[in-house]
């Protein structure tokens, strides 16, 4: 085992600055759904540009980014808990995608975080604990509320790593905590992966939905260049001069009106359309079929690849 990780420090090493930690496409990655390497590796590249845990220097969790992580973790799912609970679709439809998203970002975000997610930690850490959420007879809503529960469950070891790391200069001095580290970023990708199982299984157009979402996203201003903003605000009849922007919470943008004194909308304010996504997610969600069926029908969309060798994403 140690020879095996030394061996993985050594190939990360040699692409640590050739893509901002490593290219999806550099490693062996183990897909755990059909076609989910290919999402995890799209959603991968738009969180590394995206500082989707964006927070303002002056905020005591802005150098932490893994309890950073923790706590937006655990706050979404607390959210969709709710909304699921209220049968507030297209809140719950969000929430679900909003998670996979800050799952990848804690993983492009965290140090060897591509590396230690994509290997093979154990087999009951990935394979099998992906296996036993997809083959369990449990309803979509059941299983939606279970993911958020698991979710909220790994922010306790998202936490207790960042204790860990921010007491040691590396973690990798105790072997103990690399190993927990490695499993939390192991235990991130699955999460992403049972995400993108559930959004499956409520038939949803995966990629168009999270790209919905990725272009509405609270750090999407990140994303907006100069001249986007001056466009939206012409649009709207303002001079882009008039208007100061402000940072807001949870890394948020506001936009102040000089003459007026008032916030205006910002650019990023706008609304993702997901209806399309919400009206098949209902349907599903309501659905008088049997629990067998659907577990069936999902099982030929999503067979488990890599049990005997790994996968390698196409560029």
């Given at each position: 085992m140690i020879k095996t990780v030394l061996a993985g420090f050594e190939k990360l090493c040699r692409f640590k600055d050739f893509y901002s930690g490593i290219k999806p496409e550099s490693l062996q990655f183990y897909q755990l759904g059909e076609g989910y390497l290919t999402l995890f590796s799209h959603l991968y590249r738009q969180t590394t540009n995206s500082h989707y845990l964006h927070r303002p220097a002056s905020d005591p969790f802005a150098h932490s980014p893994l309890r950073l992580s923790a706590q937006r973790i655990s706050n979404n799912a607390q959210r969709g808990k709710q909304a699921l609970a209220q049968q507030q679709l297209s809140e719950v439809l969000s929430v679900v995608g909003q998670q996979i998203m800050l799952a990848t970002a804690t993983i492009a975000s965290s140090d060897q975080g591509l590396y230690l997610a994509a290997t093979l930690y154990n087999r009951a850490e990935s394979f099998?604990?992906?296996?036993?959420?997809?083959?369990?007879?449990?309803?979509?809503?059941?299983?939606?509320?279970?993911?958020?529960?698991?979710?909220?469950?790994?922010?306790?070891?998202?936490?207790?790593?960042?204790?860990?790391?921010?007491?040691?200069?590396?973690i990798r001095q105790q072997f103990s905590d690399y190993q927990r580290y490695r499993l939390v970023m192991n235990r991130l990708y699955v999460l992403v992966n049972q995400g993108f199982f559930l959004l499956n299984r409520a038939t949803v157009d995966i990629m168009p939905f999270i790209t919905a979402l990725h272009q509405s996203h609270l750090s999407e201003r990140w994303n907006l260049t100069q001249q986007q903003k001056i466009d939206y605000f012409a649009q709207q009849q303002r001079d882009i001069r008039e208007v100061i922007f402000v940072e807001g919470n949870e890394g948020t943008e506001l936009c102040y009106h000089l003459e007026s004194g008032l916030l205006i909308e910002s650019p990023n304010a706008i609304k993702p359309d997901i209806s399309q996504a919400v009206q098949v997610f209902a349907q599903q969600l309501h659905s008088t079929a049997s629990a067998h069926s659907l577990r069936e029908s999902v099982r030929k969309k999503a067979l488990l690849k890599g049990l005997s060798e790994p996968v390698t994403v196409l560029k």
């Open positions: 099998d604990r992906y296996r036993t959420f997809v083959e369990d007879e449990r309803s979509l809503s059941t299983g939606i509320d279970t993911w958020f529960e698991n979710a909220i469950d790994l922010t306790a070891l998202l936490t207790v790593c960042e204790v860990k790391s921010a007491n040691r200069v590396s």
